[in-house]
């Protein structure tokens, strides 16, 4: 079993950035891929990033490639979405979340495990 808490939500002008961590606690993460997803009302959950723990690959949404890195700090087991040049579209609930194996997949169904989500919020 994996517990996720996300912190580093908050409000933020557009073109400003924010860092979002992600804390994963109970095992170790190198079987794992971790992902960033959002949500914003109205809408459905949808991908943001991904990262192979192990080996370190990573992909990236179309909307956000080139403005967002995903990394992760193996010394703190912590996943990282730095956030740049931030949009009013990117509001939405951020969630952490986490799979078993080796593929990137953008499918929420893939991940069993995920956090409780924090807000980012971007202001024109």
């Known amino acids: 079993q994996v517990q996720l808490v996300e912190s580093g939500g908050g409000l933020v002008q557009a073109g400003g950035s924010l860092r979002l961590s992600c804390a994963a606690s109970?095992?170790?993460?190198?079987?794992?891929?971790m992902g960033w997803f959002r949500q914003a009302p109205g809408k459905e959950r949808e991908f943001v990033a991904t990262i192979n723990w192990r080996i370190g690959s990573s992909s990236y949404a179309d909307s956000v490639k080139g403005r967002f890195t995903i990394s992760r700090d193996n010394a703190k087991n912590t996943v990282i979405l730095q956030m740049n040049s931030l949009k009013p579209e990117d509001t939405a609930v951020y969630y952490c979340?986490?799979?078993?194996?080796?593929?990137?997949?953008?499918?929420?169904?893939?991940?069993?495990?995920w956090g409780q989500g924090t807000q980012v919020t971007v202001s024109s």
């Open positions: 109970g095992r170790t993460l190198s079987p794992y891929v």
């Open positions: 979340a986490g799979r078993s194996g080796s593929r990137h997949y953008v499918d929420t169904l893939a991940y069993a495990y």
